[in-house]
């Protein structure tokens, strides 16, 4: 019986996210690279599918100008490469000020899409949470750097879908060093037009950067879209071990965020942490529960955030671990993900909750 509600809960939690993701408009906001990666060893593309029978287009857009259209059907997914000059940049002078950075795409009709980065050294898949990944409020997302060094960094981007945003981010380390603004004010104001983005970003090598972005506020008075983490980011506990990677994910704003979750452990056999959780409270006072447990393993208020490690996974028969989480009020759950034994590629992924969104029709 519960292995029977275990897969029915993961059931909930795959379709839940798919659901998400399907949609007729997709927006991507760009990201900081400081890792010393050039941009001759990057590759981006832009991976497309959907399960109409009846062939459509897919436009893609840079700054409200099409630089691409794809064609797309059911068995016919299309990709299409995209420039770095679109979604990445390692100058200063592109962060923390309006820029021309990032794309979005439109379609006809409802449709998968992703962002897919590559370079000699590192990958990252940015799934598309379609409309359900676009609103007002967020809290940003990050891995707590456990190495101090300028090739790591927080990076995150804000994307208006519509002219004349005003976004507002506040609730961060007020020792924190941006990137293009070392001294910032305890909140920073821009204003956005569609297809325009905002960057904030801090190298690894201070103390504040290296967790003193999660749980910041992000709030606009018009529908944004917000891509977060790291690249590059170190995580491990060990920091002994080569764990620097590109660490990215689409955010969903707050109406979307629920309280009970589930995530199975994936094949990192790692001793330092490569695999957990980071939960990010929105409201005060949010207490967390793992497993089975009657008693909170941590209390924390809005903005703050707890991180699982590798051991709260629990081992289930057949050699599986998985982790039930439930908390008092709506979080984000981000997934840490390691692979094989060694610390050298990590990853994260937003986790949905186990209630579906609504329907498209209510949207």
Not at 96 to 121: E, M, Q
Not at 242 to 259: A, E, F, H, W, Y
Not at 281 to 296: F, H, K, V
Not at 340 to 355: D, E, L, M
Request: hydrophobic share 35%; charged share 10%.
């Amino acid at each position: 019986m519960k292995r029977f509600l275990l897969s029915l809960l993961l059931f909930l939690l795959s379709y839940n996210c798919l659901f998400a993701q399907r949609d007729t408009d997709h927006w991507f906001a760009p990201y900081f690279d400081s890792s010393s990666s050039s941009a001759t060893n990057y590759a981006h593309g832009l991976y497309f599918s959907t399960d109409s029978v009846t062939p459509f287009d897919v436009k893609i857009y840079s700054n409200n100008a099409l630089i691409g259209t794809v064609t797309i059907s059911k068995n016919s997914p299309q990709s299409f490469t995209l420039g770095a000059q679109y979604i990445r940049t390692t100058s200063s002078s592109s962060a923390a000020v309006p820029t021309n950075l990032g794309v979005y795409t439109k379609g006809d009709k409802p449709y998968f899409a992703s962002l897919r980065i590559y370079n000699i050294s590192h990958g990252e898949i940015v799934t598309s949470k379609g409309k359900a990944g676009i609103g007002t409020q967020f809290y940003a997302a990050a891995t707590p750097m456990t190495v101090s060094s300028t090739s790591n960094n927080f990076t995150t981007g804000i994307m208006a879908t519509e002219d004349n945003t005003t976004v507002t981010i506040s609730g961060y380390d007020p020792n924190i060093q941006f990137i293009n603004n070392t001294t910032p004010p305890l909140s920073l104001t821009t204003t956005l037009n569609k297809g325009q983005s905002y960057i904030l970003a801090g190298l690894g090598n201070t103390v504040a950067n290296q967790t003193g972005f999660i749980g910041a506020k992000i709030v606009a008075d018009k529908p944004i879209s917000v891509t977060n983490g790291n690249s590059n980011g170190f995580y491990a506990t060990t920091t002994s071990a080569d764990g620097s990677d590109l660490i990215m994910d689409q955010s969903v704003p707050t109406n979307r965020l629920g309280n009970e979750f589930a995530m199975v452990k994936s094949i990192s056999t790692s001793q330092n942490n490569m695999e957990g959780g980071i939960i990010i409270a929105t409201e005060n006072n949010t207490e967390i529960y793992l497993n089975a447990g009657t008693t909170p393993v941590a209390t924390i208020n809005e903005g703050d955030y707890y991180r699982i490690m590798a051991n709260d996974y629990a081992t289930q028969a057949g050699g599986h671990s998985n982790i039930y989480i439930r908390t008092t009020k709506n979080v984000y759950l981000y997934q840490l993900i390691g692979a094989g034994s060694a610390n050298n590629t990590g990853g994260y992924n937003y986790i949905p909750p186990f209630k579906l969104f609504p329907s498209p029709k209510n949207r």
